[in-house]
């Protein structure tokens, strides 16, 4: 049943198997950038270290 693929972000050819965990991309590091895609809308950096920072350099 194995199949040859594209991995959707960079559309290496990717062996779409048990074999290969990260179907259907070609490796983890696509598959979080896929999941960026999904929540780049709602996502939001915490603004908690940079006012760490701020509140060292003036104190
Ligand atoms: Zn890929």
Request: hydrophobic share 25%; charged share 30%; proline share 7%.
């Amino acid at each position: 049943m194995d199949r040859i693929i594209k991995c959707p972000i960079c559309k290496k050819t990717v062996l779409y198997s048990v074999q290969n965990p990260h179907r259907p991309f070609c490796s983890e590091k696509c598959r979080l950038i896929d999941l960026g895609q999904w929540f780049e809308g709602d996502y939001c950096i915490p603004d908690d270290a940079q006012a760490d920072d701020d509140y060292n350099q003036e104190h």
